[in-house]
């Protein structure tokens, strides 16, 4: 099962932007479909957006229009471009596979504040 790290996570102001990158412990190629979720504090833990073999793209309807989902095939990498942070975007952000469901890593921090 491929595993996957997060990083690019930290301190940002409201209004910047980050970008998290997923790096695979193998290839990405056999997985249909990937995402990114996030977990606040005292909250459970939800999607922000996935992206299929295809290259289909879905957001929850809080961060469209803000963040972009990509994959890189050639790097086994997925990222997740932040743009116009708000304070509710803080969390704990994580990748995984979707199809099939793969293992959950240890996330990369996220804070939105000024």
């Known amino acids: 099962q491929v595993q996957f790290v997060e990083s690019g996570g930290g301190l940002v102001q409201p209004g910047g932007s980050l970008r998290l990158s997923c790096a695979a412990s193998?290839?990405?190629?056999?997985?249909?479909?990937m995402g990114w979720y996030r977990q606040a504090p005292g909250k459970q833990r939800e999607v922000v957006a996935t992206?299929?073999?295809?290259?289909?793209?879905n957001y929850a309807d809080s961060v469209k229009g803000r963040f972009t989902i990509s994959r890189d095939y050639a790097k086994n990498t997925m990222t997740l471009q932040m743009n116009s942070l708000k304070p509710e975007d803080t969390a704990v952000y994580y990748c995984?596979?979707?199809?099939?469901?793969?293992?959950w890593g240890q996330g990369t921090q996220v804070t939105v504040s000024s």
């Open positions: 995984r596979a979707v199809a099939p469901p793969g293992s």
């Open positions: 992206i299929t073999k295809a290259g289909t793209t």
């Open positions: 193998g290839s990405i190629l056999s997985i249909l479909a």
